[in-house]
């Protein structure tokens, strides 16, 4: 397959949408990046790398760091994190309240706000039992992950985030409300918000999420270790949860496991077979980009290669 081909082809076809849609400027840092840019890299499971566009340009990988919050959370509690959050479709946008409410502070999933938050707080308390630094040990994993440890949090996009965050507030106090919060809110939330400020160009997400497109090879990072079917488990709740209430649309334009930010960035595998990133900032009402979307609907249409 020609992938170099394929995706400096579909990128060029793309150009014209990188105007619709508007930046996530309900964090007033995001809403600064320059929005005409976009991008894409594919690794492959042989270690093929193909890249076009602005693929080394560093972006705020924002929800996508969801991905790595739970590969986290279940290689150091195992199963008991299911007691405390759900692994169901929400239907509803990433950060809603409503269902939180509904369903008595039990997060729907893992991937959007409020599960997020509780895997924070889960990764707080763990890291204390064990006396290790949560911040850094969550750097050191994504580090590790992606080969490379230039990685790093942005204060500026955190802070920034934190200064009209009272959504995501809300949820941590309803949260704490139901009991499902252990630590301080405020340290739960400033944790959260630095996970999400993590940057990444779309060639080092692409390597980091290599191991998730790899659950034959043993994935053990930083000491976090994951078996073959939980890997396999992570890709199901991509499918299935990634996108929020445009999961359905992903799944049925696409047809790959992956995962979007706000940051307009999208991590996407194929099991067995390569991992893509794609990113440009403008996003759609459901908060997913725009380029990103049609950029991996025509891959995989163009390749016919996706999971069905
Ligand atoms: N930091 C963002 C928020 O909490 C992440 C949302 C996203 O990327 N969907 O609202």
């Known amino acids: 397959m020609n992938y170099q081909e394929i995706i400096e082809e579909i990128l060029a076809e793309v150009k014209p949408l990188q105007g619709k849609g508007k930046q996530a400027d309900y964090i007033p840092a995001l809403a600064k990046v320059n929005p005409d840019q976009s991008g894409i890299c594919i690794h492959t499971l042989d270690g093929d790398e193909f890249a076009a566009g602005d693929a080394t340009v560093r972006f705020s990988i924002q929800s996508i760091s969801k991905v790595f919050t739970l590969a986290m959370c279940l290689g150091l509690e195992g199963d008991a994190i299911w007691q405390r959050m759900g692994k169901e479709p929400s239907g509803t946008a990433f950060n809603s309240l409503i269902q939180l409410e509904i369903e008595k502070g039990k997060p729907r999933n893992p991937f959007i706000n409020a599960g997020a938050i509780v895997m924070c707080d889960i990764l707080i308390s763990s890291m204390k039992a064990r006396n290790k630094d949560y911040l850094q040990n969550y750097l050191a994993f994504i580090h590790d992950v992606s080969g490379c440890n230039t990685i790093n949090y942005n204060t500026d996009i955190a802070d920034s985030e934190r200064s009209c965050g009272y959504l995501n507030a809300a949820i941590a ?109 403008r996003l759609n009402e459901k908060g997913n980009s725009i380029v990103g979307l049609k950029t991996l609907e025509l891959l995989t249409t163009r390749t016919k290669e996706s999971i069905f």
């Open 173 to 281: 106090n309803m949260l704490k409300y139901y009991g499902n919060i252990v630590n301080e809110i405020e340290e739960v939330l400033r944790f959260y918000f630095l996970t999400c400020s993590i940057e990444m160009s779309c060639c080092e997400l692409a390597k980091a999420f290599i191991p998730f497109a790899d659950h034959n090879k043993p994935f053990e990072f930083n000491g976090i270790a994951l078996t073959a079917s939980q890997v396999k488990r992570m890709n199901a709740i991509m499918q299935t949860c990634g996108f929020y209430d445009e999961a359905g649309e992903f799944s049925y334009l696409v047809g790959l496991p992956g995962k979007s930010g706000v940051g307009g960035g999208i991590a996407a595998i194929y099991p067995q077979r390569y991992s893509v990133a794609v990113w440009s900032p």
